[in-house]
T-cell receptor
Framework: QKEVEQDPGPLSVPEGAIVSLNCTYSNSAFQYFMWYRQYSRKGPELLMYTYSSGNKEDGRFTAQVDKSSKYISLFIRDSQPSDSATYLCAMHQAGTALIFGKGTTLSVSS | EPEVTQTPSHQVTQMGQEVILRCVPISNHLYFYWYRQILGQKVEFLVSFYNNEISEKSEIFDDQFSVERPDGSNFTLKIRSTKLEDSAMYFC???????????FGEGSRLTVL
């Protein structure tokens, strides 16, 4: 079983839709959970950072972590064409390297 | 806004040649990383560097690879005797603490012919 699983998509939605992106993981020791956004041929850019279980909101973005299910989610409200990118989940335990999912490619049409 | 800069943006090399990829991390960051992304695949961890030594490395980071921080600003990745399968985008990243809050550079695309 791969450490971090993420459906690569692609996912296409109309402008204004609510987007749900998800990852599952197998290592129960993971404590820190991130979402990065990557535009084509660019480096990943940190969007959201959550420690342990719970929710975190930042503008149109909400990150959720359910450690009991080993499942994390990123919700995007009122999606915009500028949100079109690849979204990477990533996670790690204290003192170890960040492990990425494969990324979900999102396209928001106007 | 401070950023991680990488050079070159694209390098083409012949199989068997040595390549050095350079990075200037954000100045007050203490942790430095190299990741790579083969086209269409996930971002993979190679190595982390803290306090002038390797703190963690992946199975990918074998004797073919080495890292160095030759002065107070640069962080380099050397790939010896390049192979076709080394063709990838190589990302440098830096962070303040040992958390996943990393700042990535734009990447160096390596093409091995």
């Amino acid at each position: 079983q791969k450490e971090v699983e993420q459906d690569p998509g692609p996912l296409s939605v109309p402008e204004g839709a609510i987007v749900s992106l998800n990852c599952t993981y197998s290592n129960s020791a993971f404590q820190y959970f991130m979402w990065y956004r990557q535009y084509s041929r660019k480096g990943p850019e940190l969007l959201m950072y959550t420690y342990s279980s719970g929710n975190k909101e930042d503008g149109r973005f909400t990150a959720q972590v359910d450690k009991s299910s080993k499942y994390i989610s990123l919700f995007i409200r009122d999606s915009q064409p500028s949100d079109s990118a690849t979204y990477l989940c990533a996670m790690h335990q204290a003192g170890t390297a960040l492990i990425f999912g494969k990324g979900t490619t999102l396209s928001v049409s106007s | 806004e401070p950023e991680v800069t990488q050079t070159p943006s694209h390098q083409v090399t012949q199989m068997g040649q040595e390549v050095i990829l350079r990075c200037v991390p954000i100045s007050n960051h203490l942790y430095f990383y190299w990741y790579r992304q083969i086209l269409g695949q996930k971002v993979e961890f190679l190595v982390s560097f803290y306090n002038n030594e390797i703190s963690e490395k992946s199975e990918i980071f074998d004797d073919q690879f080495s890292v160095e921080r030759p002065d107070g600003s640069n962080f380099t990745l050397k790939i010896r005797s390049t192979k076709l399968e080394d063709s990838a985008m190589y990302f440098c990243a830096s962070g303040m603490g040992g958390t996943g809050e990393l700042f990535f550079g734009e990447g160096s695309r390596l093409t091995v012919l």
